[in-house]
């Protein structure tokens, strides 16, 4: 509900009373060429993907007899559940009501059912229609302060605002998050006195892939989506599933995605100095 929330309060500052939606395709998506959308009708339905989601079967197959290093172990898929219905168990707050009429918080399924009928809804925190290549293309603009190419998304001035002062807090009691004034996430490497980073999870793979990201900013979506950029690497990275994988807590697929294109950066990086003498190139 926060999108609706921060939706009403933009329609009010904005002069021609506009949506989030609306101030996106006109001021940003369209002018810079951009596939992000955030409530669309005027498309031909050949350019969209139907989102399609995860079963449990499917889900408790990979569990038991799955081999790949992304499928949840049974043990996990356990605990997981067991947690949640723990949490709700224990919890003492009064359950709360639909954020849809008609569809329950738990009840994903029916979500994705409204989203790929109602592409023209606007739930600014939890829908969009966009390409990968139009989020990567917009956060190569973030990655660049605000300008790219000779086109101006946002102002020196504006930009730095965005990203000031980011403060530490935890998500789901052990998700730690550094937001920023502007509501930007910053994935930070913890110190030596804490050995928390962003990860949701405790292992020292886990910790380690965050770790490799450290720098990036923005956030991921349910069920496997990400997208994020890196000003001091100037890397704009958007990765999106059509299937929403909810076992997927802290969008690993997405975010060892993001690693190899760091990598591949990286390599790029280092081949472009290779003419440079052996002693002066800072990469050799």
Not at 130 to 148: E, I, P, Q, V
Not at 198 to 213: E, P, Q, V, W
Not at 215 to 244: C, K, N, R
């Amino acid at each position: 509900t926060r999108g609706w929330i921060i939706n009403e309060v933009v329609r009010r500052a904005d002069p021609r009373g506009r949506t989030v939606g609306q101030i996106l395709r006109e001021e940003i998506s369209e002018p810079l060429g951009l596939d992000v959308y955030i409530g669309i009708s005027d498309k031909p339905k050949e350019r969209f993907a139907d989102l399609t989601f995860r079963g449990i079967i499917d889900v408790l197959q990979k569990a038991a007899y799955g081999k790949s290093e992304d499928d949840v172990s049974l043990t996990s898929l356990l605990s997981m559940l067991y947690g949640l219905v723990m949490a709700g168990i224990k919890s003492e707050d009064p359950t709360p009501p639909a954020p849809i009429a008609g569809i329950p918080l738990v009840r994903v399924d029916k979500l994705i059912d409204l989203l790929n009928t109602k592409r023209d809804i606007e739930i600014p925190s939890a829908n969009s229609n966009s390409s990968a290549r139009g989020l990567a293309k917009l956060g190569a603009f973030m990655a660049a302060k605000g300008k790219l190419e000779n086109k101006q998304l946002l102002s020196r001035p504006a930009w730095d605002k965005l990203h000031k002062n980011p403060t530490d807090r935890y998500l789901f009691a052990n998700f730690k998050t550094s937001f920023t004034q502007g509501g930007v996430n910053v994935i930070r490497v913890a110190d030596e006195t804490d050995d928390n980073t962003n990860a949701d999870d405790k292992s020292t793979k886990m910790k380690n892939l965050f770790k490799s990201l450290n720098g990036f900013v923005g956030w991921m979506g349910l069920g496997g989506s990400v997208f994020q950029w890196h000003p001091d690497m100037e890397i704009g990275f958007a990765y999106i599933p059509t299937q929403l994988d909810w076992t997927d807590i802290a969008n690993t697929k997405g975010l060892k995605l993001e690693q190899k294109c760091i990598e591949c950066a990286q390599k790029l990086k280092r081949g472009s100095v290779l003419w440079m003498d052996q002693e002066e190139s800072p990469l050799s």
